[in-house]
């Protein structure tokens, strides 16, 4: 066990864990942030992803010793965020959501997206949210909401 010290969404917290843990798993039981889910567990669906330092990032299979002094930034947050909030709302105005348990990783995907790209393009899109699977299938929804939040954000 080692004590680690992490920003997560802008708050320093201390955990003590095993140095391998990863970060999702800390997020989840040690510090209870239970908004980043627990997907696939081999960073092939996007579920947990999350910023560190500002890259969107599968916390499933990032050890929570090598997350650093970068900050973390959770779904939590995005309510703090101007992109995050935009997306959000772009979110429920399209309806994006089925059963939801995915959209946690898609929006943090796409709040990337947002940050690097403000224009996007359907290329651009596809490319940065290709990593996150959605079995409800409503990929249609997520590119519409992508667009309409950044025509907001304009």
């Not at 209870?32 to 499933?60: L, Q």
């Not at 995907?109 to 990593?131: C, F, H, N, R, Y």
Request: glycine residues 10%; hydrophobic residues 35%.
């Amino acid at each position: 066990m080692e004590t680690f010290k992490l920003t997560v969404n802008c708050q320093q917290k201390d955990v003590t864990v095993d140095p391998s843990t990863p970060l999702l798993w800390v997020l989840r039981e040690d510090l209870k942030m239970s908004g980043t889910k627990y997907g696939c567990g081999i960073a092939a669906c996007g579920a947990c992803t999350v910023h560190v330092g500002g890259v969107p990032t599968r916390s499933c299979v990032l050890p929570i010793s090598l997350v650093g002094e970068r900050p973390v930034v959770t779904i939590e947050a995005m309510s703090n965020d101007t992109i995050g909030r935009v997306v959000e709302e772009a979110w429920e105005s399209e309806d994006v959501v089925q059963c939801g348990y995915c959209q946690s990783g898609q929006i943090m995907s796409a709040v990337a997206l947002l940050k690097a790209t403000p224009k996007p393009t359907d290329k651009d899109i596809e490319e940065s949210m290709g990593g996150n699977l959605c079995r409800c299938g409503t990929y249609v929804r997520i590119r519409q909401a992508i667009k309409a939040a950044a025509r907001q954000l304009g």
